[in-house]
């Protein structure tokens, strides 16, 4: 079983559409979750920090569950530039070292 | 621009050769990671050094090497290349390694063994 698993997508949706990605994580003591972005054939770039409370920026909207072990982030109103793949990414520290562990990402394509 | 540089930024190796990637991190980051990223995979963690001590390890054989120089920066070597080197490999850096720092990439560089 991988340690952070993610849609399999690819999710392919129009402009303005609301799209949902979910993750599960199998590691309990992770202690910092993430979902990055990355476009084709460039470096993962955060997208934003989730919170147990909920967190919103702008048109994204990320959510934890420690009890479920489950994240999810919402995009609303698409844009043509959200085309990307989305890292579902966990933090722990393995020793004295913080790993992230990542999911094997979610293609999303806006169309026009 | 996070000021995490790498280089090459493509190369390409022949099976059993040996390579060296380097990063200069972001000024003041004293925690540098290696990260490598399949085709069609996410990340996966290889190493991390702190003020120029390995002390973290992924899940990858010896022949995975590096190292961190007193400026922060770091090199990874990779002994006996094997096709499924093949890769981007992705140095992140990040101002220590406590969960409130943020962790930042670099564009990568691209390996294709032959």
């Known amino acids: 079983r991988k340690e952070v698993e993610q849609d399999p997508g690819p999710f392919n949706v129009p402009e303005g559409a609301t799209v949902a990605f979910n993750c599960t994580y199998s590691?309990?003591?992770?202690?910092?979750f993430f979902w990055y972005r990355q476009d084709c054939r460039k470096e993962p770039k955060l997208l934003m920090s989730v919170y147990s409370s909920g967190n919103e920026d702008g048109r994204f909207t990320a959510q934890l569950n420690r009890a479920s072990q489950y994240i999810s982030l919402l995009i609303r109103d698409s844009k043509l530039s959200d085309s990307a793949t989305y890292l579902c990414?966990?933090?722990?520290?393995?020793?004295?070292?913080?790993?992230?562990?990542f999911g094997s990402g979610t293609q999303l394509t806006v169309l026009p | 621009e996070t000021g995490v540089t790498q280089s090459p930024t493509h190369l390409i190796k022949t099976r059993g050769q040996q390579v060296t990637l380097r990063c200069s991190s972001q000024s003041g980051h004293n925690t540098v990671s290696w990260y490598q990223q399949a085709l069609g995979q996410g990340p996966q963690f290889i190493f991390q050094y702190y003020r120029e001590e390995e002390n973290g390890r992924g899940n990858f054989p010896p022949r995975f090497s590096g190292l961190q120089f007193p400026n922060y920066s770091s090199e990874l070597n990779v002994n006996a290349l094997e096709l499924d080197d093949s890769a981007l490999y992705l140095c992140?850096?990040?101002?220590?390694?406590?969960?409130?720092?943020?962790?930042?990439f670099g564009e990568g560089s691209w390996l294709t063994v032959v």
């Open positions: 990414v966990v933090s722990l520290f393995s020793g004295s070292a913080r790993q992230l562990t």
């Open positions: 992140a850096s990040s101002a220590g390694r406590d969960s409130g720092n943020t962790i930042y």
């Open positions: 590691n309990s003591a992770s202690q910092s």
